[in-house]
């Protein structure tokens, strides 16, 4: 699970984000890492993540309904690295996704480069997020859809609601300063299957 720092963490690269995930998933007795990705997320790259998490969900006999929560939840939060990420001019480093099994269900992992502004605003609507019932999650869901459809704007934060009100659980996330003057955001979301 992601502890929230309140300073910053230096890391010298996302390479290093990336290892410190993987490691950490390792080191837990029960869980196994499924699927890890770094490097320069596509759009084809997506779906077909998306649809090897969804394959593997059946193939373990996860019910239908929690394969296609979780298939959603990975889908948006991937595509989420890719509209909202930074990049940069050699492509490389651009994001991270890591999905696994855990204990009690499964976890899924995002990571992408975002500009320092950015950092309060995602920190605030997260926390504003993590505090809702689900009751309101739908109510929220039901808003941001309508505000979407009339203005013809982009869902203003739609993936990251919809994950939240899918998994049922609060979305842990950090943030690492990198050495180019971009920060880092690495967020998680857990799917209990009890």
């Known amino acids: 699970m992601l502890t929230k720092v309140s300073a910053l963490e230096f890391k010298k690269d996302i390479r290093s984000i990336y290892l410190d995930i993987l490691d950490e998933f390792n080191d837990r007795e029960h869980d196994e890492l499924v699927l890890t990705f770094y490097g320069d997320l596509t759009a084809p790259l997506i779906e077909g993540f998306a649809n090897s998490i969804y394959d593997y969900l059946l193939d373990h006999?996860?019910?239908?309904?929690?394969?296609?929560?979780?298939?959603?939840?990975?889908?948006?939060?991937?595509?989420?690295?890719?509209?909202?990420?930074?990049?940069?001019?050699?492509?490389?480093?651009?994001?991270?996704?890591?999905?696994?099994?855990?204990?009690?269900?499964?976890?899924?992992?995002?990571?992408?480069?975002?500009q320092p502004v950015e950092k309060d605003?995602?920190?605030?609507?997260?926390?504003?997020?993590?505090?809702?019932?689900?009751?309101?999650l739908e109510e929220k869901y039901r808003e941001t859809i309508h505000k979407a459809y009339v203005s013809e704007q982009s869902g203003g934060g739609l993936g990251l609601l919809l994950m939240r009100l899918k998994s049922k659980s609060k979305i842990d996330y950090q943030f690492f300063e990198l050495p180019n003057q971009l920060l880092f955001f690495q967020f998680q979301v857990d799917f209990s299957l009890q």
């Open 61 to 114: 006999e996860a019910p239908l309904e929690n394969a296609k929560k979780i298939y959603s939840i990975a889908f948006e939060g991937m595509q989420n690295t890719i509209l909202h990420g930074v990049v940069e001019s050699n492509f490389k480093d651009q994001a991270i996704f890591c999905f696994g099994r855990t204990s009690n269900g499964f976890q899924l992992i995002f990571g992408n480069k975002i």
């Open 121 to 136: 605003k995602l920190e605030n609507y997260l926390t504003s997020l993590n505090q809702l019932d689900q009751a309101k």
